[in-house]
């Protein structure tokens, strides 16, 4: 049985940004990847600027390697049924297009843990004062006793599972799936990271380009047809953008946990585990995952390392510390501060400015009817709720955190 | 990516501003070629030195070495470059961006070289063992009736350390920032050769060790000027506006009408302007001559005003109530019996040090500074109190000038003192007050990338540049500067080994 | 045990004997406290336990407030640094009024004694517990019986006069009703004492009985300062500089101690609080070496 101070699930962003923290001071840690690395991962790669920050100030400057073509994204533009388009530079330049196969095993590497990739978690038990954590080797069972565990495994955690089996059923699931195309003609600005919001597309519609290729993703509530919903975007885009892209080569897609980020329903973990990345149900609201995974798995990191020093509950750290996270994420998500609050980092209420009285009218129509396809959560009411308190305190309830 | 790749790739490497921690190649080939040297190993006491004052940055060194003379340090130097060990140098470990902290490697521990060598009442000068602290060095010159000139308003920053960055004080207005007072210097160079270097002697190196943040060498010993200790007398004047604080503070230091001047605020609700004099005829003069075109109000006046202004605002209640108790907590502390004889206050360092660790000190500390040229400084502040607001519900500003000397432009160069300063530079600390509060370190970097921008902005310097602000080297300097100093480095420590990835 | 709110300012450094002599950051109050936080059991900081000699001058120096003296105590009961000797009293006696606890060294000097006593007009105890007190600082254990035995013995005590600033600190824990002082203090407020101090006298604070009740005693002799216009050994955070001669710990030079504090000081006697450190000046310094009862 291997002994070690941290152990850390997932070879990711996350994983990574916690191991530095931990490896910085001195811990002896470990990080368990399921897959082989440098290893696939599904995503839209578009890092926000903050995220971008982090990496150069964290792992130093990106190889050429860790990038996709086009190399950088200038911002977004969202598309609404009125075919009005209200484009978006991000604040302090353009950010990198992120190549994750190659970018995470970068930042894993820069981050001077030991890896132990082909090894799946199991399950773990909490001693209080250690954990044990049980794991398959290229098959092989292998046990780790470690003083704490960071599950960094991303929406469908297994490590979540083994301290909460019922959080599945808790929240919705959502798929989003993309497909690359070859394209014929392409008059989208592939400068730019494409949003719709049409409520007859889908949850989360999008489209960029990469390494000469279009993708063109769909997000929906779980159980729908990723086919059709696909086909039926695809059309629309040669319907309104002129967009005529040859049949898709690959396709691909994932369970997404959509919504904790809202509503301040996240899940930080139990004892001496603690969730985070993606997994805690952290996301921005472009959709965009990895910048509140690195800095949420750097918080979890100094967490542990903070709980040690001053000899504190690692969840009591963990959960003063990650305040800030929470409360720059779900400020994305809140009316009165995206109407008043500048909270993302990209100026959407200057773009809608520059449209004329009529214009803006359509796209708010737009965004209000997208909205609407999401009633059947019931987020409303506890937006506002949130947005209510967010009023008369620093930050989110700490109460509503699992 | 829309610069060229040149200009991107060297302003992004020097952007990673928590370093990559060093792996350890080689490291026990290089302990045992170090005979005469002890490392210690054991991790309970390489933990001591995992993290600085700021308490946001942590690295464990592999050993760490107690400094015991220059003969060791040198016998380090010259192994670590042998086997490329990157050697990080301590003082009191008051750094609050990491500056201080090894990420793997040799931990130098500079306290362990700490003594007071002599004092020459004579010719007002005193030669000490770097590592020494500033308050144990009060206690030596206090002995022969002496002190020091200026020294930063902490019991426990090292003179070494204070050295290669700057240091500031309330007479600064008067003798420039403490870096100024040295007037010779032992250096142990990055290769390990032992020189002497002064004004006269090797000036090159003087030029660069001083305000050179330890990139070309370790200075194990240091000739100070000193003065005659007097205690001083003090007067306290209080305001609502940030900028007429600061034209009032400027004019008296452009006048020289006061020995101790500097501001001390509570957000920009409180605003103290702060003026002492060495003797009764200094205050006599003051008292003649500018008193009456100070605009502070005093202290009665100004609570009965700030009453009234909280009074319709019940909104600020909150405020107030934290004005008040802070108030009660923190005057009595300025006036202890003890420190007091005859109205005067004695041992000024003791009295503002004590209080600055017992009301500001904390595990998580977070100075960000801008430093600029008196016309641009007023500005500064006031952008600067703004991010504050925005990020802390609690913050002290921290202002004083910083009287320059011609001569020593030479020392200047690529330091807190802002190139177009002249006369005087003026430096504001933003201090959040953080107490026994958590913050994550996301938060604090965000703070403080917010108030280095400003800098970056208005073309500014900062009182210290360290490991986490590494990034606005560059972007301050320009490359052309940075790299002739790089440089220099590089033909000064070949292996880049000596504090690295502080600035460079 | 609050180590682990030290977070490294060092101050405590600054008034550390240990500290002084050895530059060794190990041996002070903040190199256990990191090394505690960094995992350290008392068996790994031997060395650092062994050194400290409880004058106590770090604990109002610490912006933390932490209880540094009741953390290196508690270490030492883990770790003892030798074994406790020191005679038991056999005879019990019930002492009332006003009871003086001399100590080892003062009782070695029975006329000394003798003229204290009835300068403060007190009964010597004859059980003055200097074996629970070095047991105590050695960290050995404490028989609950002895500690009864002693504590019955002035149960009915008016004001208790401790010479030893170790066993003060503890009985002020134990006795919160009683009014207990140290030697000095009871000495030093006696105005027949106080007159004969002179402007050229070096007056030598006993550290660890002003430490363990700083904040009061800081204004107490402030006051005698200020009134007979002394030299004292107090340094500029008015933490007195121990000699360290009361100490079981042998890491600190007591004449080395004892040097610094006359170091530039311009004075015609020395007078002392705890009659153990009338040997050490006597050996450093020509001028005339006093006991405060000797006045």
Request: net charge positive.
């Amino acid at each position: 049985m291997r002994t070690v101070d941290t152990l850390i699930v997932g070879a990711s962003l996350a994983g990574a940004a916690a191991a530095k923290r931990n490896v910085d001071a001195g811990l002896e840690t470990v990080i368990l990847e399921r897959k082989e690395l440098p290893r696939h991962k599904i995503c839209s790669g578009i890092l926000s600027p903050r995220g971008h920050r982090f990496l150069i100030e964290n792992f130093g400057p990106l190889p050429r390697e860790a990038l996709h073509e086009p190399t950088s994204c200038r911002g977004v533009t969202f598309h609404f049924p009125c075919l009005i388009p209200l484009s978006m530079d991000f604040f302090g330049g353009p950010t990198p297009h992120l190549h994750r196969r190659y970018s995470d095993h970068w930042a894993i590497k820069r981050s001077g843990a030991e890896v132990h990739d082909r090894t799946s978690f199991v399950g773990l038990e909490d001693h209080g004062d250690h954990v044990i954590v049980h794991a398959r080797q290229s098959g092989n069972p292998v046990t780790y006793k470690a003083r704490q565990v960071i599950g960094a495994d991303g929406p469908s955690s297994l490590v979540i599972r083994s301290i909460y089996p019922d959080y599945p059923k808790q929240i919705p699931w959502f798929f989003v799936g993309q497909k690359f195309h070859d394209i014929v003609d392409c008059p989208l600005d592939p400068q730019y990271f494409h949003f719709w919001f049409h409520p007859q597309l889908g949850h989360y519609t999008w489209s960029h380009a990469r390494d000469g290729r279009q993708i063109v993703g769909v997000g929906f509530k779980r159980g729908d047809n990723f086919e059709a919903r696909h086909r039926q975007v695809k059309q629309y885009l040669e319907d309104k953008h002129q967009v005529r892209l040859a049949r898709h080569e690959d396709e691909e897609g994932c369970a997404e946990n959509f919504g904790p980020s809202l509503v301040n329903r996240y899940v930080f973990g139990k004892g001496n585990v603690l969730i985070t990345g993606q997994a805690t149900g952290f996301l921005n609201m472009i959709g965009e995952g990895m910048s509140c995974a690195l800095h949420s798995g750097a918080i979890a990191g100094e967490a542990v390392v903070e709980a040690r020093l001053r000899g504190r509950p690692v969840q009591e750290m963990y959960r003063r510390m990650i305040a800030s996270e929470v409360r720059r994420t779900t400020d994305q998500w809140n009316p009165l501060k995206i109407a008043f609050g500048k909270p993302h980092e990209a100026d959407f209420p200057q773009a809608l400015m520059k449209l004329s009285w009529r214009e803006r009218g359509l796209v708010l129509r737009d965004m209000w009817n997208f909205l609407l396809l999401y009633k059947e959560f019931k987020w409303g009411r506890q937006i506002a709720a949130l947005a209510g308190q967010r009023l008369f305190s620093a930050g989110y309830s700490a109460q509503r955190w699992l | 990516m829309p610069r060229s790749q040149s200009t991107s790739e060297r302003s992004t490497s020097s952007q990673q501003t928590n370093p990559s921690r060093w792996q350890g190649a080689g490291w026990p080939a290089f302990v045992s070629s170090l005979k005469d040297v002890a490392v210690i190993e054991d991790a309970p006491m390489r933990g001591t030195f995992a993290t600085d004052a700021g308490g946001t940055s942590y690295g464990m060194p592999h050993g760490v070495v107690i400094a015991r003379s220059a003969a060791q340090i040198s016998a380090l130097l010259k192994a670590a470059q042998a086997h490329r060990v990157p050697v990080t140098v301590r003082g009191g470990g008051l750094t609050t961006e990491g500056e201080s902290v090894a990420f793997g490697g040799v931990l130098l521990d500079m306290t362990g070289m700490s003594k007071c060598l002599f004092i020459d009442p004579q010719k007002l000068e005193v030669r000490v063992e770097a590592g020494i602290f500033w308050a144990s060095l009060a206690e030596h010159l206090r002995r022969q009736g002496m002190d020091y000139l200026s020294a930063p308003l902490n019991l426990t920053s090292s003179v070494g350390g204070t050295l290669g960055v700057g240091g500031i004080d309330v007479n600064s207005a008067r003798f420039g920032c403490s870096a100024d007072q040295a007037l010779a210097l032992q250096v142990v160079t990055p290769t390990g050769e032992i020189v002497e270097c002064s004004d006269e002697a090797n000036p090159e190196l003087f030029r660069r060790v001083i305000l050179g943040y330890g990139q070309f060498g370790v200075i194990t010993e240091a000739t100070l000027r000193i003065r005659r200790y007097t205690p001083i007398r003090m007067r306290y004047y209080y305001y609502a506006s940030l900028r007429t604080a600061i034209e009032d503070l400027q004019m008296l230091d452009r006048e020289q009408a006061a020995d101790y001047t500097g501001i001390l605020t509570m957000m920009d609700a409180a605003i103290n302007l702060l003026v002492a004099f060495d003797s009764g005829e200094r205050e006599a003069a003051f008292d003649a001559k500018w008193h009456s075109r100070v605009r502070g109000m005093g202290e009665a006046a100004f609570s009965a005003r700030a009453f009234l202004s909280y009074l319709v605002r019940p909104w600020r209640w909150g405020e107030a109530l934290f004005l008040r108790d802070r108030k009660r907590q923190l005057f009595p502390e300025f006036r202890r019996p003890e420190h007091t004889r005859d109205g005067k206050m004695e041992d000024r360092s003791v009295v503002f040090s004590r209080a600055v660790w017992k009301f500001w000190g904390g595990r998580q500390m977070v100075i960000p500074d801008l430093a600029t040229s008196s016309a641009k400084f007023a500005e500064a502040v006031e952008r600067g109190n703004a991010v504050c607001k925005r990020f802390f519900p609690r913050y002290t500003l921290y202002c004083v000038g910083i009287r320059l000397r011609e001569e020593h432009r030479p020392h200047y160069e690529m330091s807190c003192i802002p190139p177009d300063a002249a006369g005087w530079a003026y430096g504001c600390e933003f201090e959040p007050m953080i107490g026994d509060g958590t913050w994550s370190r996301d938060h604090l970097q965000s703070f403080k990338n917010a108030i280095y921008d400003i800098g970056v902005e208005m073309g500014a310097s900062y009182y210290r540049f360290g490991g986490m602000m590494k990034g606005y080297v560059r972007r301050v300097f320009g490359d052309p500067l940075v790299d002739r100093h790089l440089a220099m480095k590089r033909a000064a420590d070949p292996a880049m080994i000596l504090n690295r990835d502080v600035i460079f | 045990m609050e180590f682990s709110s030290c977070h490294g300012c060092s101050l405590c450094l600054l008034s550390c004997p240990v500290w002084r002599q050895t530059r060794d950051v190990r041996l002070t109050p903040h190199g256990r406290a990191k090394a505690l936080q960094n995992g350290a059991s008392a068996a790994d900081l031997q060395a650092s336990i062994a050194s400290c000699t409880l004058c106590g001058a770090c604990e109002p120096a610490c912006p933390e407030e932490i209880p540094l003296i009741d953390m290196i105590l508690e270490l030492r009961r883990q770790q003892p640094i030798q074994v406790a000797r020191g005679d038991v009293p056999s005879e019990k006696e019930i002492s009332v009024g006003n009871v003086l606890l001399a100590g080892e060294v003062l009782r070695q000097d029975p006329e000394r004694l003798k003229r204290i006593a009835s300068l403060l007009d007190i009964a010597v105890a004859a059980d003055d517990g200097s074996d629970i007190s070095r047991a105590i600082e050695c960290g050995a254990a404490l028989s609950s019986e002895r500690l009864s035995s002693f504590m019955g013995s002035f149960r009915n005590a008016k004001r208790l006069v401790v010479a030893d600033g170790l066993l003060l600190r503890k009985l002020r824990e134990w006795l919160p009703e009683a009014r207990v002082v140290s030697l000095g203090e009871a000495l030093s407020t006696l105005e027949a004492v106080r007159a004969r101090l002179r402007a050229t006298d070096l007056y030598v604070i006993e550290p660890r009985a002003f430490h363990a009740d700083h904040a009061r005693l800081v204004r107490h002799y402030d006051a005698l300062i200020k009134a007979r216009n002394l030299k004292t050994n107090l340094d500029l955070q008015r933490l007195a500089v121990p000699t360290g001669a009361s100490s079981a710990a042998k890491r600190v030079d007591p004449l080395d101690q004892a040097r610094w504090i006359l170091d530039g000081r311009a004075f015609e006697r020395v007078v002392v609080e705890d009659a153990a450190d009338c040997a050490v000046f006597a050996r450093v310094t020509d001028r005339q070496v006093l006991h405060l009862g000797d006045l």
